[in-house]
T-cell receptor
Framework: GENVEQHPSTLSVQEGDSAVIKCTYSDSASNYFPWYKQELGKRPQLIID?????GEKKDQRIAVTLNKTAKHFSLHITETQPEDSAVYFC????????????FGQGTTLQVKP | GAGVSQSPRYKVAKRGQDVALRCDPI?????LFWYQQALGQGPEFLTY????????KSGLPSDRFFAERPEGSVSTLKIQRTQQEDSAVYLC???????????????FGPGTRLTVL
């Protein structure tokens, strides 16, 4: 079935460093890839998304890259700040045409001041 | 404007009891999704509505799970004869346009944390 693998499961960086989270997906028909940030006890919130017709998208300190051939996409956060500490989830919209999201297992990012 | 809301925020049920979880999507949002999030895991798809039509229920884990959206706005997820493995956070999400046209951001509610004793 459809599957999204996410690595690493935990990531600790020093404030100001960069953080990279990687995901691979199994369904070659997937064409929408959002990233969500979830703070403890809170709802997931979209931070950036990318569609399959582009290879990279940036929004200030956040960027996402997509390699459709390898079925791989990554989140890059530069100049990390303590408030970036949270759990990050990648997701892929499956080929069912309903828009349902298949999520990765999550990455707990800790930014040390 | 108001985001997606869910109630109750917390629910404790004894094994075997029935529960009903409510989702109020953003006004005008056509698509509505339910996800189940176990502790330390990513959300897992349960079911999808386009207006009042339930177009995908492939993620519902058993026939004890039932969802409805009779007027195309508020949705209810019902779990009958709850079991301990049903303990999780149940998230509702809505998006503006119908899928198949283009994918749209899904806005999540705060979730209902269900604990089955």
């Amino acid at each position: 079935g459809e599957n999204v693998e996410q690595h690493p499961s935990t990531l600790s960086v020093q404030e100001g460093d960069s953080a990279v989270i990687k995901c691979t997906y199994s369904d070659s028909a997937s064409n929408y890839f959002p990233w969500y940030k979830q703070e403890l006890g809170k709802r997931p919130q979209l931070i950036i998304d990318i569609r399959s017709n582009v290879g990279e998208k940036k929004d200030q300190r956040i960027a996402v890259t997509l390699n459709k051939t390898a079925k791989h996409f990554s989140l890059h956060i530069t100049e990390t700040q303590p408030e970036d500490s949270a759990v990050y989830f990648c997701a892929a919209a499956g080929s069912s045409n309903t828009g349902k999201l298949i999520f990765g297992q999550g990455t707990t990012l800790q930014v040390k001041p | 404007g108001a985001g997606v809301s869910q109630s109750p925020r917390y629910k404790v049920a004894k094994r075997g009891q029935d529960v009903a979880l409510r989702c109020d999507p953003i006004s005008g949002h056509v698509s509505l999704f339910w996800y189940q999030q176990a502790l330390g895991q990513g959300p897992e798809f349960l079911t999808y509505f386009q207006n009042e039509a339930q177009l995908d229920k492939s993620g519902l884990p058993s026939d004890r799970f039932f969802a409805e959206r009779p007027e195309g706005s508020v949705s209810t997820l019902k779990i009958q004869r709850t079991q301990q493995e049903d303990s999780a956070v149940y998230l509702c999400a809505s998006s503006l346009r119908r899928t198949g046209v283009s994918y749209n951001e899904q806005f999540f509610g705060p979730g209902t944390r269900l604990t089955v004793l």
